[in-house]
C-alpha cells in the first residue's frame, strides 16, 4: 500500500506562470488536505477536500489558487500567476474519514521556487 | 497570541538525555497530533491523540483536555532524534481544520 504521492518534488516556475502540484491519497483514503510551509515558517492549512467536494477552504489566499478532487484521478492544487512569495513547500496530507480518530498521513511535499 | 504555541523553540541535548516538548491550546479542539519533520523535510506522523497517553518506543505522549496541554517526551534521546517536532490541533468545530504550533528543533549532540 503505497503511501501519500505528491508529484513534482520540485516545480521551478518563472513570475506569472501557472503551477499545477498533485496530490494521490493513500489507497482507500478520500479526504485530501493541502498544506503550505513557507521558508522558515510552520506548516499553514490551506483547504480540505473530499471526493468532488471542497470541505473547507478558509487557509486558501482569496485570489490565483485553487484546488480540486475530483472522482477519479489526483487532487490538484493550482496557482495561477504565480509570485515570488508563492515560493514554498507544498504538503498534502490524507486520511480515510473525518474527525479525531483519522489520523492524517503526509507525502513528501512539492517544493515549488517561483524565480 | 497563536492558538497553539510550542516550547522550547529550540532544544539541543545530549544523547541520552529525557527530552521533553510542550504544546498549549487555546481552541476547543477534538484531536492533537504530534509531528516530525526531518532536515530533508519530510512529515512523519508520530501520535495523534484526543486523552490521555501513549507510547511508541522511547517516545510518549500525554495530554491534558482541562489544561489544554500536551507534552513529548523522548526517553534515552539519540542523535537521529534531531529533527523539528511540530503539534497540531484539529478544530473541534471544524474535522477538517487544523492549527499547526511553529515547531520545536530539537539538536542531539552525541
Known amino acids: 500500500n503505497a503511501g501519500v504521492m505528491q508529484n513534482p518534488r520540485h516545480l521551478v516556475r518563472r513570475r506569472g506562470q501557472e503551477a499545477r502540484l498533485r496530490c494521490s491519497p493513500m489507497?482507500?483514503?478520500?479526504?485530501v488536505y493541502w498544506y503550505r510551509q513557507l521558508p522558515e515558517e510552520g506548516l499553514k492549512f490551506m483547504v480540505y477536500l473530499q471526493k468532488e467536494n471542497i470541505i473547507d477552504e478558509s487557509g486558501m489566499p482569496k485570489e490565483r489558487f485553487s484546488a480540486e478532487f475530483p472522482k477519479e484521478g489526483p487532487s490538484i492544487l493550482r496557482i495561477q500567476q504565480v509570485v515570488r512569495g508563492d515560493s514554498a513547500a507544498y504538503f498534502c496530507?490524507?486520511?480515510?474519514?473525518?474527525?479525531?480518530?483519522?489520523?492524517?498521513?503526509f507525502g513528501p511535499g512539492t517544493r515549488l521556487t517561483v524565480l | 497570541k497563536n492558538e497553539v504555541e510550542q516550547s522550547p523553540q529550540n532544544l539541543t541535548a545530549q544523547e541520552g538525555e529525557f527530552i521533553t516538548i510542550n504544546c498549549s491550546y487555546s481552541?476547543?479542539?477534538?484531536?492533537l497530533h504530534w509531528l516530525q519533520q526531518h532536515p530533508g523535510g519530510g512529515i512523519v506522523s508520530l501520535f495523534m491523540?484526543?486523552?490521555g497517553k501513549k507510547k511508541h518506543g522511547r517516545l510518549i505522549a500525554t495530554i491534558n483536555i482541562q489544561e489544554k496541554h500536551s507534552s513529548l517526551h523522548i526517553t534515552a534521546s539519540h542523535p537521529r532524534d534531531s529533527a523539528v517536532y511540530i503539534c497540531a490541533v484539529y478544530h473541534n468545530t471544524n474535522a477538517g481544520k487544523s492549527t499547526f504550533g511553529d515547531g520545536t528543533t530539537l539538536t542531539v549532540k552525541p
Open positions: 491523540l484526543s486523552s
Open positions: 481552541v476547543g479542539i477534538s484531536a
Open positions: 489507497k482507500g483514503h478520500s479526504h
Open positions: 496530507a490524507s486520511s480515510p474519514r473525518s474527525g479525531s480518530y483519522n489520523e492524517q498521513f
